[in-house]
C-alpha cells in the first residue's frame, strides 16, 4: 500500500484546504477525497470502497466523528480502515480511541505530524 487513497472529512472550509494541501504534498498519496460530516463521509465510503486511510474530524454537525466511526467499525468493509481522529479539543481523545480511532491528531493539524503518522500505518 505506497500509493494511498486518503478520506478526509471536515466540516471547517479551512481545514479540509489544509489538509488537501498537506496530502497532495504527500509523494504516498495518489488520490483524496473530502467530506463535510460524517453522513457525506459515509456516502463517499459506499461508493469508494477502496479508500485506504480516513483522517476523521470529531465535533461536525449532522453525523459526528465519534458516530462515524462506530457505523464504519460496524461494517465490515470499512472495519480494516485506519482512521485518524482530529480535534482541536484533546478530551475527545479518548472517546475517538474507544470508538475504534487508530490514532488522534489535535488540531491545527501539523504536516510533519501527519504525515508521520500516515507513514507509521503503512509499515504495519
Known amino acids: 500500500m505506497n500509493q494511498l487513497k486518503i478520506l478526509y472529512v471536515d466540516d471547517d472550509i479551512i481545514n479540509r484546504k489544509l489538509l488537501e494541501t498537506i496530502l497532495r504534498k504527500n509523494p504516498k498519496v495518489y488520490e ?45 468493509r470499512f472495519s480494516k480502515i485506519p482512521v485518524i481522529a482530529l480535534s482541536t479539543d484533546e ?10 480511532a487508530n490514532d488522534f491528531i489535535n488540531k491545527p493539524i501539523k504536516e510533519q505530524e501527519l504525515n508521520q503518522k500516515i507513514d507509521r500505518f503503512l509499515t504495519l
Open 91 to 100: 478530551t475527545q481523545k479518548g472517546k475517538a480511541i474507544d470508538a475504534g
Open 32 to 76: 483524496t477525497l473530502e467530506a463535510k460530516d460524517g453522513q457525506e463521509a459515509l456516502e463517499i465510503l459506499n461508493k469508494n470502497p477502496d479508500v485506504d486511510f480516513v483522517l476523521l474530524d470529531i465535533l461536525m454537525p449532522r453525523l459526528d466523528g465519534i458516530e462515524t466511526l462506530k457505523y464504519m467499525k460496524k461494517d465490515p
